[in-house]
């Protein structure tokens, strides 16, 4: 696996904003430009829309997934019923730029249409600990500023991580 | 604001019902066009109705929300003129988007745009054979909806043309090259329509004349299930060996002529060697309607890899879709017989489909001997199935005092195919549930159908999550989230 970048930065402080964790987030492949966009997607209404929408996906994901869960329980597996709950989350996962989730939605798909009961259970357990992961990471990301405040210089390493916003 | 845009948008489509000059020039919308565009999107995932919500307002449409397709229906059946395009997902658990679309297309003739994250070419075929003016993949980005009114622009445009035709003397009268091309994206797609709308002409000149000579002759709309029977019937007799006579008594649908089917097959003859690519069937081979330029199908090769990277780079919706749209057949004059739907089949269409590997395309492209070639970009529906279908013609005004529905989709083969009017039977079908959610995420101005679509989602969400037999559990609190998630306080607790 690879190295969780954007944790040890958070820790090692050199993210102070949005931007920077953007950057890493995009590049570990946790989002994609979608959700770029939907940042984007801002007005005097709704300042932080892609945060509204996230909690929004990451709730209605867990639904999906305990669905997907529930149908890889049945014995036998109804592989039909699996691809429609698989769909499902593929939908809002690309709509909101969950790209590891989405890619590991993918793999399952893949797999069931295989009939791959097992294989689809052990990718399950991979899809679960990614929408965690996503979770995870959108928690500390908006919990950071949009921008740096510009009296931090870019160039220090603070200890607290995390501005509040 | 908006109730001012919406009664201007609707004035609008009044003054250019009443002046034909208004729909020569390109201009035939207000102003502030596309600002204003009424959209009813339909798509039973909370996150992408609300993302789409989103975007759409952005470019500052005016946006309704449905989570139901049946809810969606009965809005659109309340408020025929409410809306000005709908844009709708394939999955849904209480209708297929597919089934909606028909309904749509049989009943308000409103463009629809149809979306799934499915990319795959069966599904997306299955938009353009069920009529729709065009299909994004998922995930939707806010350039692609930046363009869906050209769709309405489009129809609307062809509309008038098309009653502009019927009404008046000029037969041969070809409209301006530049007034088709407004939309283009690519020169390639401009010689396409060109093409296609030329021989349409013609062929609309055709109709019309069998149509005054004998005004008795009842009219046949060629429905998905009657055209699926010609093709069925066809395919078993062999395309050479076809003759509309055998292929009447196969199809077995009381009240059909001969000449009825006739007709049709010619139509769809066109069809099949567009698809097969005219190096089969030189020019001359006895049909009229075939132009130099169709036989010579420049536009294939001229799109080879030319324009496909700017379309699908920009994110913008190939016009060509649109031609499929080019409802000049009968889908709004009262006069045409025999409803054209095959002719849309001969459009072209390519999608905003960044996913779509090219390479593919251009391989199955070149193998000429194939009658299938696929070529997605350039949208040329090739499988020639049977379920392939027929947009129905349908006109909106006689119709319009009708809630048409395609009560023979069932597929009984004997009584008919034919389209028969009905009243409608999920009219006013009131989901009396008590609505908590979804709220703010309707806009305002939105009563009645907000309501709706609130109650209804409500419905949704928990039938939805029962079909699955999985109980999705309880509806989530929209509310609160939102809430928690505008004080600042961890909304992530409750997850």
């Known amino acids: 696996m690879k190295p969780d970048s954007a944790d040890s930065a958070m820790e090692g402080s050199s993210v102070q904003d949005r931007v920077a964790m953007r950057k890493i987030l995009l590049e570990e492949g946790y989002v994609d430009i979608q959700f770029v966009q939907l940042e984007q997607l801002v007005d005097n209404e709704c300042p932080d829309f892609a945060q509204e929408v996230m909690v929004m996906y990451i709730e209605d994901s867990a639904k999906f997934v305990r669905n997907i869960e529930r149908w890889l329980e049945e014995v036998p597996v109804n592989f039909v019923e699996l691809d429609k709950a698989l769909h499902q989350l593929k939908g809002s996962s690309a709509s909101i730029g969950a790209n590891r989730v989405r890619i590991q939605v993918n793999r399952m798909r893949d797999l069931c249409k295989e009939n791959n009961a097992e294989s689809c259970k052990e990718a399950l357990k991979d899809l679960k600990r990614e929408r965690l992961e996503l979770k995870d990471k959108m928690e500390n990301y908006f919990q950071l500023p949009k921008v740096a405040a510009p009296s931090s210089s870019a160039g220090t390493q603070s200890i607290t991580g995390g501005v509040a916003p | ?495």
């Open chain 2, 1 to 495: 604001m908006r109730g001012e845009l919406n009664l201007s948008c609707g004035k609008v489509s009044l003054l250019a019902s009443t002046s034909s000059c208004a729909w020569k020039s390109a201009e035939m919308v207000p102003d502030w066009f596309p600002a204003g565009l009424r959209v009813l999107v339909v798509d039973d995932d909370p996150t992408c109705l609300m993302i789409l919500e989103k975007m759409l307002k952005t470019c500052q449409y005016e946006v309704t929300t449905c989570n139901r397709a049946e809810i969606a229906l009965s809005s659109l059946r309340n408020n025929r003129n409410g809306f000005d395009v709908v844009l709708s997902d394939v999955h849904m658990p209480d209708m297929d988007g597919f089934k909606l679309l028909e309904y749509i297309g049989l009943e308000m003739d409103l463009p629809v745009i149809m979306m799934s994250v499915d990319d795959g070419k069966h599904v997306v075929m299955k938009g353009v054979t069920h009529g729709a003016c065009d299909f994004l993949i998922k995930p939707i980005r806010i350039e692609a909806l930046k363009n869906i009114w050209q769709h309405v622009v489009r129809k609307r445009k062809n509309e008038w043309k098309e009653l502009e035709q019927s009404g008046s003397a000029e037969d041969g009268d070809q409209l301006p090259k530049h007034s088709e091309d407004v939309d283009y994206s690519s020169t390639a797609n401009e010689g396409t329509w060109k093409n296609v709308k030329r021989r349409k002409d013609e062929d609309e000149d055709g109709e019309e004349r069998d149509d005054t000579s004998t005004l008795k002759k009842p009219r046949v709309v060629w429905s998905v299930e009657l055209h699926q029977q010609f093709v069925v019937a066809v395919n078993q007799l062999g395309i050479d060996k076809a003759f509309p006579k055998k292929i009447l008594e196969l199809m077995n649908v009381p009240g059909l002529t001969r000449e009825n089917v006739a007709s049709h097959l010619q139509k769809y003859r066109l069809y099949l060697r567009r698809l097969s690519g005219v190096s089969q069937h030189p020019a001359g081979v006895g049909n009229p309607f075939l132009s130099p330029q169709e036989a010579a199908f420049g536009p294939i090769s001229s799109l080879n890899g030319l324009d496909l990277q700017a379309l699908v780079a920009s994110g913008q919706l190939s016009t060509q879709s649109l031609a499929f749209q080019a409802s000049r057949f009968g889908r709004s004059s009262p006069k045409s017989g025999i409803s054209v739907s095959v002719l849309d089949q001969r459009s072209m269409f390519s999608f905003d489909n960044s996913n779509l590997r090219f390479g593919e395309m251009q391989q199955s492209q070149q193998n000429p001997n194939s009658n299938k070639q696929t070529n997605l970009l350039h949208g040329i529906p090739t499988n020639m199935e049977p379920k392939q279908l027929a947009t129905l013609q349908q006109s909106a005004k006689p119709f319009s005092s009708f809630n048409v529905q395609v009560v023979v989709s069932q597929g009984a083969p004997s009584n008919g195919s034919l389209i028969q009017i009905t009243q409608p039977q999920l009219r006013g079908q009131k989901l009396g549930e008590s609505s908590t959610s979804h709220v703010p995420r309707l806009p305002a101005n939105v009563s009645q159908s907000a309501l709706q679509s609130q109650v209804a989602g409500e419905v949704m969400l928990r039938n939805g999550m029962t079909e699955n037999g999985r109980g999705l559990g309880q509806n989530h609190p929209p509310q609160t989230s939102l809430a928690a998630s505008y004080s600042g306080a961890t909304p992530w607790k409750s997850l």
